[in-house]
């Protein structure tokens, strides 16, 4: 991994050995998911990020789902019985003998954590030549974390759990959020060295901050400026909770580069997706990730834009319209009750009010095309595969199972006949 310049190995441990009972789950806690992706997956995908040269994961209750959603991304340790943090860590040693350089300690349960600040840890680690750089935060109600004990020239001396702490300990704002950046060899050192000789009978990781010290090797930390960014699942409510932080986050992001979100707490956007400037979000619209939105769009209310949709400028895509896996081409108006799977429409089109694609036959997926300039009327069924030329028309209430050339014009549907009523007798 490259920081400032200069090369360095990073390892980077991820903590998923614990149980999460909080959260009632039969599932591991750690396959639950932020928008579409699991928590272990965000951390993972931060640790990647950061430019971790290697990422092990260590695994305990329920390891095989987690092993499911990392796949041979990282290595895995086992941590069978559950004897603490620092003991989590220890299980990766094999990992970390021999090899010179920066272990930094992720939560798989600490998800929304920036690449940034982490590079800023690793960064800062390297720059003052410390052994053990923590990543802190002042907390106004620190009940429940570990505190950072500083002696008077604020030099961090060691971390107290919240059950070891007396009431002097108790006051400390500054708590620990669990996310380190050791240097290798003088981790190993120390964690040979800690006891289960606390409240809790368990091998505290947080002990090795007390360690370097008395050995006279520096440590620091780095107090994080959103404390949000530190924030873990436990339970339903913070799962809830993170994944509006992260919604926020992210509707901020787009926001700051020209799109008008009307309702940011109502409008659900995943990651890594791309909208132009000047495209206007109404409420209570999802993108999925990967979507690309050009400029000047007008998207909403109640739209639903999945998976592999791609979509130009000045496209209008209106209340309660669905679209998966498909491209629209610019100034196309796709404007109300609407869904599009698998379809590529091409400019200046407009979709018709209760238009459909029949895109599934119960086996397979199929395509449909639909050109420039067509005017498709409204509650059309497409039955996939189906082309549909440029400028061609469709009228109302057909449903189309054979392609349509360009400049022709479809229809399919019963001839209306009306039949005169029988007068009620008097
Ligand atoms: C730990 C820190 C505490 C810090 C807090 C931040 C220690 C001793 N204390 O507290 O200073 O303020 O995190 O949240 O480290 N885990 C394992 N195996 C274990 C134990 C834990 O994999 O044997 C994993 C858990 O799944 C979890 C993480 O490590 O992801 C932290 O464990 P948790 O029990 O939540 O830490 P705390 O004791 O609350
Ligand atoms: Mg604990």
Known sequence: MKIDDKESYVITIIMAAGKGSRMKTQKSKLVHKIYDKELVKRVAEIAKSVGSDEIVTVVGHLREQVQD?????VKYVYQDELLGTGHAVMQAKKYLEGKKGKAIILYGDVPILRTQTLKNLVSKSIKNKEYATLLTAIYENPTGYGRIIRDEGGN??????????????????????????????????????IKPDNSQGEYYLTDVIRIMNERGL???????????EILGVNDRAQLELLTRVLRMRINAEHMKKGVTIEDANATYIYDDVNIGVDTVIHPN????????IGDNCEIGPNAYIREGCKIGNNVKVGNFVELKKTKVGDRTKVPHFIYLGDCEVGEDSNIG??????NYDGKHKHKTVIGNRTFIGSNVNLVAPVTIGDDALIAAGSTITDDIPSDFMGIARER???????KKEE
């Open 69 to 73: 959603v990392l796949g041979d991304s």
């Open 156 to 193: 961090i001396k060691a971390i107290v759990e919240e059950k070891d702490a007396d009431p002097l300990q108790k006051k400390i704002k500054e708590i620990n959020s669990g996310i380190y950046c050791f240097d290798i060899e003088e981790l190993l050192n120390s964690l040979d060295e």
């Open 218 to 228: 520096k440590t620091g930390a780095v107090i994080v400026e959103d404390n949000t």
């Open 285 to 292: 619209t999802t993108i999925k990730s990967g979507v690309t």
């Open 353 to 358: 009010c209760g238009t459909i694609t029949c």
């Open 416 to 422: 209306q006949i009306n039949k005169k009523r029988k």
